[in-house]
């Protein structure tokens, strides 16, 4: 009985010669539990806030909407903070100060080589 040669990690559309990706991942190297935890924990946000509604109105019944609509204002602002933080640090990364540029003008570059 002949055994068949290894597999090679590589995606395809299955016409020669093309190759769509290579991965290191081994072959069968996530089993069904593996995939199972990787699926569940994708749409647990969306099973969390299908079953949380009942919760919240339970707790403010008429009013629901307005709670909905002030967990929503929290979470904007949460959102807009951390985007704020991230352009931030964007800028700060990329920026030249003043007292950069100075230093650039007088000693040739900003690491303080003479030109």
């Known amino acids: ?12 559309t299955g016409e020669p010669g093309e190759v769509l990706a290579t991965t290191q991942l081994q072959v069968r190297a996530l089993g069904l539990t593996g995939a199972l935890m990787q699926n569940i924990t994708a ?5 969390t806030a299908f079953f949380f509604t009942a919760t919240i109105v339970g707790f ?17 602002a949460l959102g807009m903070c951390l985007v704020q933080q991230k352009a931030g640090e964007i800028i ?6 003043a007292e ?9 570059d900003a690491d303080g080589n003479q030109n």
């Open 1 to 12: 009985m002949a055994t068949k040669p290894p597999r090679e990690n590589v995606a395809s």
């Open 43 to 47: 749409i647990a946000p969306a099973i």
């Open 60 to 76: 403010t019944g008429a009013i629901s909407p307005f709670a909905y609509f002030l967990g929503f204002l929290v979470v904007l």
């Open 92 to 97: 700060d990364s990329q920026t030249v100060t």
């Open 100 to 108: 950069g540029a100075e230093t650039i003008a007088d000693t040739g």
